[in-house]
């Protein structure tokens, strides 16, 4: 019997890039990101067909540690169109996979410091559900000023140059 010349790679191998199905992206701007972690989902079927259509929302999302698991609370996925009586439900809690030892690690970091676990994206990995949590602090006020006023100047700078290479100073 012949092999398929097609054995190569797999569709889901390691080097398969991710496919972004939602993101979180005031999430940058509210928190100062310390650490982040790739964790898996923990899903029915109907939720992983919804979001093979794209859609998701993670704006009021976010992760806690209860009795040494680690859960996505507020995170929306819509039912799936064509689900019956199976379909799920939107804002369920659904358990986040990691290992052990990265546990421990963030319950020390959490319960040390003002720190809070915020989801920054969900994506498919290798046909798996994906999330990427960022270990992360509240920003106050003043530190997203100077944050806009640091990517400002830094706008500025980018332009200068731009303008010094063309010629026009």
Known sequence: MAKNSSQGKSAG???????????????????????????????????????????ASLTDAFATVDDGEVWLRNLHIPEYQHGSWTNHEPRRTRKLLLHRQQIDRLVGKIRDGNLTLVPLSLYFSGGKVKVELALARGKQAHDKRQDLARRDAQREVVRELGRRAKGMI
Do not use: M, P, Q, W
């Open 13 to 55: 191998s390691k080097g398969e890039s991710k496919k972004i199905i939602a993101s979180n992206r005031k999430a940058r701007h509210d928190y100062a990101i310390i650490e982040l972690f790739e964790a898996g989902v923990a899903l029915l079927g109907t939720e992983v067909k919804s979001l093979r259509e794209g859609h």
